[in-house]
């Protein structure tokens, strides 16, 4: 079977849309790498944009059970396992273009990797990513079970974590970006944690979901405080004041509110076209 068709061989526009979307940021990378558009650092330059579009596939990948539950639409199900072979493909990119930044010195590397704990944490999110990766086959989730399958990739909101966390040691006080993906998270695992608790048939209900999109923000500008007070001794009321004014721009709690409200806005609409669907008859 092709990545661009559906388990009955056929092809699934879908599939392919998404399986061409994945190669698009590293075609761009190399393409602009090649052109000599990443100087002065192209290698650094390079990590990074791997790096961050292996963390935004990630984060696609954590988002396709609520999202397909609040937009009604399970098919993207079936997208969910190449998005998440894709988080790792974009994982060997980034390490190997790390190792040839160094000359391919790969002693150096390792020392590195043993040395520097933003890279230690990176590493061990990726060898997660790896066993994840080599599991993510029909034939392996036969072999293992579809319980023990499923309690290996629960792994996976462990690997998301360590690798917000590589991404901000590493941003150092540039935190605009990983403090939005460490808020994105928090609305994933949150929606996960509240179907546990307050679930109908494994599924959230759409109240649910806009009071989660109402907490996550702010848990995003309370933790995104908490940093900067602990980091730099900043008055953590002066940072979550900032989250009232647009002066300095877009701050990453506003982000992650207007991100929830977007999907539970879109839940909402979905709820109702059924009911529309069915009242359309009576005035035709
Ligand atoms: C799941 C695993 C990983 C993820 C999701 C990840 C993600 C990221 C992200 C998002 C960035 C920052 C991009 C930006 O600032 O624009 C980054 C930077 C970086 N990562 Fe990773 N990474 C992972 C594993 C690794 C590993 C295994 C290594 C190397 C051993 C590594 C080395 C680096 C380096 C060197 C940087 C740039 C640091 C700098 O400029 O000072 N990462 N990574």
Same mark, same amino acid.
Not at 247 to 262: F, Q, S, T
């Given at each position: ?191 996960? +944690? ?5 679930? @109908?048939? !494994?599924?959230? /209900?759409? =109240?649910? %979901?806009?009071? &989660?999109? *109402? #907490? ?23 940072? +979550? ?5 647009? @002066?300095? !721009?877009?701050? /990453?709690? =506003?982000? %992650?509110?207007? &991100?929830? *409200? #977007? ?22």
């Amino acid at each position: 079977m092709y990545p661009w068709q559906d388990y009955s061989g056929r092809l699934s526009p879908l599939k392919l849309a998404v399986f061409v979307a994945l190669f698009l940021p590293a075609l761009w990378t190399a393409f602009a790498f090649g052109m000599g558009w990443l100087q002065p650092r192209p290698f650094t330059e390079a990590i990074h944009q791997v790096g961050l579009w292996m963390l935004r596939f990630l984060c696609i990948a954590l988002a396709i059970t609520p999202l397909r539950q609040i937009v009604q639409w399970p098919r993207l199900i079936l997208v969910r396992r190449m998005i998440g072979v894709a988080a790792f493909a974009y994982g060997l990119a980034h390490i190997t273009l790390y190792v040839a930044d160094l000359k391919f010195d790969v002693a150096k590397a390792a020392s590195e990797i043993a040395l520097r704990i933003y890279l230690t944490i990176g590493f061990a999110a990726l060898l997660g990513l790896a066993a994840l990766a080599a599991t993510s086959t029909d034939a392996m989730v036969r072999r293992l079970g579809a319980r023990r399958w499923q309690r290996l990739h629960r792994l996976v909101y462990a690997i998301a974590l360590l690798a917000i966390v590589h991404y901000c040691m590493q941003s150092k006080l540039n935190l605009w970006e990983p403090t939005i993906m460490a808020g994105i998270y928090a609305w994933l695992i949150g929606y996960r +944690l509240l179907v546990q608790l307050v679930g @109908v048939r !494994g599924k959230l /209900p759409l =109240a649910w %979901v806009g009071a &989660l999109s *109402l #907490a996550a923000p702010v848990l995003t500008a309370l933790g995104e405080a908490v940093y900067f007070w602990l980091a730099l001794g900043v008055d953590p009321v002066r940072v +979550l004041s900032a989250n009232w004014s647009l @002066v300095v !721009g877009w701050r /990453p709690a =506003a982000i %992650v509110l207007g &991100l929830g *409200l #977007a999907v539970t806005a879109i839940g909402a609409g979905r709820a109702l076209v059924p009911v529309i669907g069915k009242r359309l008859p009576r005035f035709a």
